[in-house]
């Protein structure tokens, strides 16, 4: 069984840094990416950014660019969050999928339980 477990979220203000980790389990797991994809309160479940396993290439939703930046080492991925907005308060899932380029939740084969990320205004 495969299990993907996060941690890392907190409460911030507004600016500050937080960096996400997520670690991937289970004699079975292999994903050609890793991504997060984030929840804001009544929102739908919306992309943050992915990684390809092999190449280690990067993409990113418009509305982080330049502010996050994702990577893995092992079986790690972690998100590193700066210059964080109120706008960025939300759950956060680790994702894992067996396609090079995720970007909606059905591209997503694996799914972490989420960590809550809450900036104070």
């Given at each position: 069984q495969?299990?993907?477990v996060e941690s890392g979220g907190g409460l911030v203000q507004a600016g500050d840094s937080l960096r996400?980790?997520?670690a991937a389990s289970g004699r079975s797991f292999s994903a050609v990416?890793?991504?997060w994809f984030r929840q804001p309160p009544g929102k739908e479940r919306e992309f943050v950014a992915s990684i390809s396993w092999v190449g280690g290439r990067t993409y990113?939703?418009?509305?982080v660019k330049g502010r996050f930046t994702i990577?893995?080492?092992k079986n790690t991925v972690y998100l590193q969050m700066n210059s964080l907005k109120p706008e960025d308060t939300a759950v956060y899932y680790?994702?894992?999928a067996q396609k090079v380029r995720i970007g909606a939740p059905d591209d997503i084969d694996y799914w972490g339980e989420?960590?809550?990320v809450t900036l104070s205004s």
């Open positions: 495969v299990q993907l996400l980790s997520c990416s890793m991504g990113y939703a418009d509305s990577s893995r080492a680790c994702a894992g989420g960590t809550l």
